[in-house]
Protein backbone atom coordinates (compact mmCIF):
# COMPACT_ATOMS: atom_id res chain seq x y z
CA UNK A 1 0.00 0.00 0.00
CA UNK A 2 0.91 3.60 -1.14
CA UNK A 3 -0.47 7.31 0.26
CA UNK A 4 -0.08 9.46 -2.58
CA UNK A 5 -1.29 13.09 -1.90
CA UNK A 6 -2.33 15.44 -3.92
CA UNK A 7 -0.05 18.12 -3.17
CA UNK A 8 -0.11 21.32 -4.24
CA UNK A 9 -3.50 22.51 -2.45
CA UNK A 10 -2.80 20.14 0.51
CA UNK A 11 -3.18 22.14 3.92
CA UNK A 12 0.96 22.21 5.86
CA UNK A 13 -0.77 20.81 8.84
CA UNK A 14 -2.27 17.70 6.89
CA UNK A 15 1.01 16.95 5.28
CA UNK A 16 2.50 16.87 8.61
CA UNK A 17 -0.22 14.48 10.28
CA UNK A 18 0.85 12.38 6.95
CA UNK A 19 4.27 12.55 7.51
CA UNK A 20 3.66 11.40 11.01
CA UNK A 21 1.84 8.50 10.53
CA UNK A 22 4.38 7.45 7.04
CA UNK A 23 7.05 7.49 9.64
CA UNK A 24 4.96 5.75 12.62
CA UNK A 25 3.62 3.20 10.00
CA UNK A 26 6.49 2.42 8.04
CA UNK A 27 4.59 3.33 5.14
CA UNK A 28 5.27 5.09 1.63
CA UNK A 29 3.87 8.24 0.83
CA UNK A 30 4.69 10.43 -2.12
CA UNK A 31 3.42 14.33 -2.42
CA UNK A 32 3.06 15.27 -6.28
CA UNK A 33 3.05 19.09 -7.17
CA UNK A 34 3.50 20.81 -9.41
CA UNK A 35 6.02 23.07 -7.53
CA UNK A 36 8.87 22.32 -5.53
CA UNK A 37 7.57 20.34 -2.15
CA UNK A 38 9.37 20.38 1.41
CA UNK A 39 9.36 17.18 3.36
CA UNK A 40 11.65 15.89 6.25
CA UNK A 41 14.08 13.60 5.67
CA UNK A 42 12.51 10.06 5.60
CA UNK A 43 13.00 6.71 4.03
CA UNK A 44 9.48 6.67 3.62
CA UNK A 45 8.44 10.20 1.96
CA UNK A 46 9.29 11.60 -1.09
CA UNK A 47 7.85 13.97 -3.84
CA UNK A 48 7.69 14.44 -7.30
CA UNK A 49 7.35 17.60 -9.35
CA UNK A 50 5.00 17.31 -12.52
CA UNK A 51 4.85 20.52 -14.71
CA UNK A 52 2.40 23.14 -14.18
CA UNK A 53 -0.85 22.52 -15.90
CA UNK A 54 -4.69 21.52 -15.71
CA UNK A 55 -4.68 17.89 -13.45
CA UNK A 56 -1.19 17.08 -14.62
CA UNK A 57 -0.98 16.11 -10.78
CA UNK A 58 -3.89 14.28 -10.39
CA UNK A 59 -3.10 12.20 -13.73
CA UNK A 60 0.42 11.45 -12.57
CA UNK A 61 -0.97 10.10 -9.53
CA UNK A 62 -3.56 8.49 -11.62
CA UNK A 63 -0.98 6.92 -13.52
CA UNK A 64 0.74 5.15 -10.73
CA UNK A 65 -1.99 3.85 -8.54
CA UNK A 66 -2.15 0.10 -7.65
CA UNK A 67 -5.17 -1.05 -6.28
CA UNK A 68 -5.99 -0.62 -2.43
CA UNK A 69 -3.47 2.44 -2.45
CA UNK A 70 -4.53 5.64 -0.70
CA UNK A 71 -4.95 8.98 -1.99
CA UNK A 72 -5.47 12.42 -0.06
CA UNK A 73 -7.29 15.11 -2.41
CA UNK A 74 -10.22 17.63 -1.67
CA UNK A 75 -10.52 17.28 -5.77
CA UNK A 76 -13.44 15.01 -6.33
CA UNK A 77 -12.87 14.29 -9.32
CA UNK A 78 -9.42 12.94 -8.73
CA UNK A 79 -11.38 11.14 -5.71
CA UNK A 80 -13.54 9.30 -8.49
CA UNK A 81 -10.78 8.04 -10.82
CA UNK A 82 -9.01 6.67 -7.46
CA UNK A 83 -12.29 4.94 -6.50
CA UNK A 84 -12.93 3.89 -9.82
CA UNK A 85 -9.35 2.23 -10.06
CA UNK A 86 -9.98 0.29 -7.13
CA UNK A 87 -7.99 2.93 -4.97
CA UNK A 88 -9.05 4.38 -1.77
CA UNK A 89 -9.26 8.50 -1.34
CA UNK A 90 -9.70 10.63 2.00
CA UNK A 91 -10.46 14.56 1.55
CA UNK A 92 -7.98 16.79 4.26
CA UNK A 93 -11.34 16.32 6.02
CA UNK A 94 -11.19 13.01 7.22
CA UNK A 95 -14.34 12.19 4.75
CA UNK A 96 -13.79 8.98 2.55
CA UNK A 97 -14.72 9.22 -1.13
CA UNK A 98 -16.55 5.60 -1.72
CA UNK A 99 -18.24 4.00 -4.56
CA UNK A 100 -21.08 4.74 -2.28
CA UNK A 101 -20.86 8.63 -2.09
CA UNK A 102 -18.40 9.95 -5.18
CA UNK A 103 -21.20 10.35 -7.46
CA UNK A 104 -23.20 12.50 -5.69
CA UNK A 105 -20.31 14.71 -4.62
CA UNK A 106 -18.94 15.20 -7.80
CA UNK A 107 -22.73 15.99 -9.29
CA UNK A 108 -22.69 18.44 -6.58
CA UNK A 109 -19.75 20.03 -7.48
CA UNK A 110 -20.77 20.19 -10.74
CA UNK A 111 -24.21 21.62 -9.87
CA UNK A 112 -22.28 24.38 -7.60
CA UNK A 113 -19.81 24.98 -10.33
CA UNK A 114 -22.74 25.40 -12.63
CA UNK A 115 -24.40 28.50 -9.72
CA UNK A 116 -20.81 30.15 -10.01
CA UNK A 117 -20.85 30.24 -13.52
CA UNK A 118 -24.20 31.72 -13.53
CA UNK A 119 -22.94 34.50 -10.95
CA UNK A 120 -24.16 33.01 -7.74
CA UNK A 121 -22.31 33.37 -4.79
CA UNK A 122 -21.86 30.22 -3.25
CA UNK A 123 -19.06 30.70 -0.81
CA UNK A 124 -15.63 28.94 -0.51
CA UNK A 125 -15.31 25.79 1.70
CA UNK A 126 -14.68 27.20 5.09
CA UNK A 127 -11.61 27.09 6.70
CA UNK A 128 -10.08 23.93 7.90
CA UNK A 129 -9.80 23.34 11.54
CA UNK A 130 -9.14 21.84 14.60
CA UNK A 131 -11.79 19.51 14.43
CA UNK A 132 -10.96 18.73 10.77
CA UNK A 133 -7.54 17.95 11.29
CA UNK A 134 -8.19 15.83 14.13
CA UNK A 135 -11.11 14.43 12.19
CA UNK A 136 -8.52 13.46 9.43
CA UNK A 137 -5.82 12.31 12.17
CA UNK A 138 -8.26 9.98 13.18
CA UNK A 139 -9.68 8.81 9.67
CA UNK A 140 -6.05 8.10 8.61
CA UNK A 141 -5.32 6.37 11.82
CA UNK A 142 -8.51 3.68 11.64
CA UNK A 143 -7.81 3.58 7.43
CA UNK A 144 -4.08 2.49 8.43
CA UNK A 145 -4.93 0.07 11.08
CA UNK A 146 -7.71 -1.67 9.06
CA UNK A 147 -4.92 -2.21 6.27
CA UNK A 148 -1.74 -2.78 7.64
CA UNK A 149 -2.99 -5.25 9.77
CA UNK A 150 -3.72 -7.59 6.77
Same mark, same amino acid.
Given at each position: ?57 ? #? ?28 ? $?? #????? &????? #? ?14 ? $? ?7 ? $? &? ?13 ? $? ?5 ? &??
Amino acid at each position: MHIWVDADACPRVIKDILFRAAERHKVSLTLVANQPMMHPPSRYIRAIRVSAGFDVAD #NEIVKRLQTGDLVITADIPLAAEVVAKGGH $AL #NPRGE &SYTKE #NVRERLNMRDFMETLR $ASGVDTGGP $A &SLGARDRQAFGNALD $AFLAKRL &SR
